[in-house]
């Protein structure tokens, strides 16, 4: 069995750069919180082009999919809302086609704020563009306090893949969105959900290890190795890595050549 699994994240790309030019971004904790549990990440970005992106996740064991932008409507059948935050539409293509070349490989994915929406966008769900305005509530999605604090509960669904990675069906979470599933994918089922019942992580139906959540699991994982075993955050890192382990050792022990 491979012993630190490589795992493609996912970055944007803006403007802003030395001389105003584009520059690849990402926060720091999403390696963090993968070096934790033992993994290796490779940076895959907008920059790449589809040839290098299916090439880089052909060495790979597993793809994280992280926060960031606004999914572009266009991509769901869907005129954009006047509250619509930024979009990057290359961001959108390249996470797009790595969503379906990691399925086609079969390979585990775990998808995180921005994520969810993509990996439910590229399985054929939709978004709500905007929460307050769209569907309104009394829990506050963008939170204003510290980020390390879990301002919201979640339920999670008994008996489902995610209650047995966070051990509970208990949560409490952080909420940094505006945006947030509208109609479930094909593929996808729902396993999290906020008191409001807004989608807050779904997992995959389809015998491959597929998880997303809607908030930020990395912000409090990247503390580092002394982090509490039995905090769910970590957990699902944990869970993500091993299934990351496990898909490398079977496409070794088969001979897979990808």
Same mark, same amino acid.
């Given at each position: ?6 795992? !493609?994240?996912? @970055? ?7 001389? /105003? ?26 920059? #790449? ?11 790979? &064991?597993?793809?994280?999919? @992280? *926060?960031?932008?606004?999914? =572009?409507?266009?991509?769901?059948? !869907?005129?954009? &809302?006047?509250?619509? /935050? ?13 969503? &379906? ?39 506050? #999605? ?10 919201? +509960? ?6 489902? @893949?995610?209650?047995?990675?966070? *051990? ?26 906020? =008191?409001?019942?807004? %989608?807050?992580?779904?997992?995959? @139906?389809? $015998?491959?290890?597929?998880? /997303?959540?809607?908030? &930020?699991?990395?912000? *409090?994982?990247?503390? $580092? ?15 993500? %890595? ?6 490398? !050792?079977?496409?070794? +022990? ?5």
């Amino acid at each position: 069995m491979t012993d630190r699994p490589l795992i !493609a994240v996912t @970055t944007t790309i803006w403007p802003g750069g030395s001389y /105003g030019l584009p520059r690849t971004q990402l926060n720091a904790q999403y390696i963090a919180a993968l070096e934790a549990p033992g993994a290796t990440s490779l940076l895959l970005t907008p920059a #790449h082009g589809e040839a290098s992106m299916r090439q880089l996740l052909g060495l790979c &064991h597993g793809l994280l999919l @992280t *926060g960031g932008e606004d999914v =572009e409507p266009s991509r769901y059948n !869907a005129k954009p &809302h006047p509250e619509l /935050g930024d979009v990057n539409p290359a961001r959108d293509a390249t996470e797009l086609a790595a969503v &379906h070349e990691a399925r086609r490989l079969g390979m585990p994915i775990l998808a995180i704020c921005r994520g969810i929406q993509v990996l439910n966008v590229a399985l054929g769900g939709t978004l709500y563009q905007d929460i307050p305005s769209e569907l309104g509530g009394d829990i506050l #999605h963008e939170q204003t306090g510290d980020w390390r604090e879990r301002s919201h +509960a979640g339920r999670v669904e008994q008996g489902s @893949t995610l209650e047995a990675v966070f *051990g509970t069906s208990e949560l409490r979470i952080n909420s940094f969105h505006h945006q947030a599933l509208r109609e479930v994918a094909p593929g996808l089922r729902a396993t999290v959900w906020a =008191e409001d019942g807004i %989608v807050e992580g779904v997992e995959g @139906t389809e $015998g491959t290890w597929v998880c /997303g959540v809607q908030w &930020h699991p990395e912000r *409090g994982e990247a503390h $580092g190795p002394d982090a509490d075993e039995r905090d769910p955050d970590r957990r699902l890192f944990w869970a993500f %890595v091993q299934a990351a382990r496990e898909f490398a !050792a079977e496409s070794t +022990a088969v001979g897979v050549g990808r």
